[in-house]
């Protein structure tokens, strides 16, 4: 009996993390085009992302103020981990993906982005010894060649090199994010650590763009999707609130239920939602290449979790 209540238990916080992953993936996948329109319409990177992670915060820090009811000793012994997370995970890689988005097509982006998972099983190993069995490694190589074709590399398209370098710094800035998101063991609430890190990340582009580093360029002008045009401040309250407060938390709370690294390759599912809204909002139709390299890329996701240890 003990151990059918703990195998439901099991089940049902994988279900949980799992729903949380797909809606988090589908969130994330979203910033993308609204990113690109907004970039179309004269706004630099580095404001789009300023403004969005400032206006998760300003969204978040309440519902975290009121889950933390005045205790703030989680916070001071968490606070090298709200660093790092606001300024590598959440800004450094913002940033990367966003200036990656401006030479190179959204999904293209993505797909380069999300080799993170490879990162984060190396990294497991390395660091944990927490060796990969055969199905994640065949879950990684699928995964990988689903990235390769929806790259569509086979049909000899060309690639910007300053948008796969950008690309390449979003990817560790993913796997920070899956590693740092997984940590729970401090008590720290998910919220507070999105908006303490959402919060820093934000402040920490606004001084960057002071000093000449970012540069921090705005434009009122309206926004043009394939086929509708928008006022400026509708994609802002999008990013702010969809793909990135409603993203985070429930990112960090599918990685804490899977793991980081079978969150990771859930998260894969990213890729595919952002062709999807690349599409319907940017006119970027995905070609049948394509297409095979996401049902590639689920199937590893599928072989990632059969070779998940069981606990």
Do not use: K
């Not at 820090?61 to 968490?78: D, H, K, S």
């Not at 297409?291 to 890329?297: A, D, M, N, T």
Request: charged share 10%; aromatic share 6%.
């Amino acid at each position: 009996m003990a151990t059918m209540t703990h195998d439901m238990q099991a089940g049902g916080r994988l279900r949980a993390g799992l729903g949380f992953a797909l809606l988090s993936a589908s969130s994330f996948g979203l910033s993308g085009p609204m990113a690109r329109g907004l970039m179309d319409a004269g706004w630099s990177s580095g404001a789009a992302v300023a403004v969005r992670v400032l206006l998760a915060a300003v969204v978040l820090t309440p519902i975290a103020l009121v889950q933390l009811r005045g205790r703030w000793r989680p916070v001071r012994r968490t606070a090298p981990l709200i660093t790092a997370y606001g300024l590598v995970a959440v800004a450094g890689c913002q940033l990367a993906f966003f200036n990656a988005v401006a030479h190179m097509e959204v999904g293209v982006a993505l797909l380069v982005e999300y080799t993170a998972p490879v990162a984060v099983v190396g990294w497991l190993w390395l660091r944990r010894g927490q060796r990969p069995g055969r199905l994640t490694v065949l879950g990684a190589l699928l995964g990988l060649i689903g990235l390769l074709l929806v790259l569509d590399v086979v049909s000899g398209a060309r690639a910007s090199a300053v948008g796969i370098m950008w690309a390449l710094g979003a990817m560790a800035g993913a796997a920070v994010y899956f590693v740092l998101s997984a940590r729970d063991e401090d008590g720290l609430p998910g919220t507070v650590l999105a908006a303490g890190g959402l919060l820093l990340g934000g402040v920490a582009l606004l001084v960057a763009g002071a000093v000449g580093i970012v540069p921090l360029a705005v434009s009122t002008e309206p926004v043009a999707f394939d086929g509708v045009t928008v006022a400026w401040w509708l994609p802002l309250l999008v990013l702010g609130v969809v793909t990135a407060a409603l993203a985070y938390v429930a990112g960090i709370a599918a990685t804490r239920r899977l793991g980081s690294r079978l969150a990771s390759f859930v998260a894969l599912t990213e890729v595919l939602a952002a062709l999807v809204f690349a599409w319907l909002l940017l006119g970027e139709a995905p070609g049948g290449i394509q297409l095979v390299g996401g049902v590639l890329i689920l199937g590893g996701v599928v072989a990632v979790r059969l070779g998940e240890p069981r606990s």
